[in-house]
């Protein structure tokens, strides 16, 4: 889920309202806790974090902003299936059994274990984020951004055994067993225009630091030169003579 917010999130241009006081309006993007991490604090923090990317400076007041921006989320969410190649487990027939036994006093069936060709487990998540902005005054519309989706996928195989052979765009389009990269062009996924126009986002970035004053070694006092006429020069060295004699 966290990758398919980062793949809409990464798609979002601000540029157009760069350099301008913008206020963040998330009043509409309401605060739920789902499983783990992945919720509107996540990616409120993510849109922040494109938002100053992209130049705007973020007001924490709306009196101090010039404009406001509102956002909505359309879709976050995950799902997952697996696929078993061969005689899959008898556990849950056994359980009603049990119970069934419980009651008429029956023997109980032994389970019969997975016996599995091969196997695999689909998970995919998806997420939709739309913006728009407007002058704080006046209320005219300023930017909007379109609907933007992403969605993010992970596949993992077993075949005989052996595996996982992991893939899917959580993986960056590689293929890998157990966690082990391996070169297998047929299986690889295209993510292209997954990253969008700020390139920020998910990579590291150093922008304009503010410059830090450079320290002054202080010196040697300087040296008072006195000027001396040609008279006095000349007084002065004929008391040196007469000293000499």
Partial sequence: MSDAVDGAVARLDFTPLAHQKVFFDTQFIKDYKGIGFVNSDYMIGSLRQQMVAAGVLLQENASTADFVIEGRVGALGADSHEV?????????????????????????????????LAK????????????????????????QSGMLTSRSSAKD????????????????????????????????????GSNGPIASYKGQ??????????????GPEPVEIQQVSAEEEAKEDGKKSKKGK
């Fill in 205 to 218: 970035k150093i922008f304009n630091l503010p410059e830090q004053p450079v320290p002054v070694t202080p």
């Fill in 157 to 192: 195989l077993w075949v005989l055994g052996a595996g996982p052979f992991q893939r899917g765009a959580i993986h960056e389009g590689k293929v890998r067993f157990a966690g082990t990269r391996l070169d297998v062009p047929a299986w690889a996924t295209d993510r292209s």
């Fill in 120 to 143: 695999r487990s689909d998970q995919v998540a998806a997420a939709k984020i739309a913006m728009f902005a407007y002058d704080k005054e006046s209320r005219e519309r300023v930017w």
């Fill in 84 to 116: 078993v190649y061969g005689i899959p487990s008898t556990r849950p027939l056994n359980d009603a059994a049990d119970a069934l036994a419980a009651v008429s006093h029956m023997p109980s069936l032994p389970g019969i274990p997975e016996l599995a």
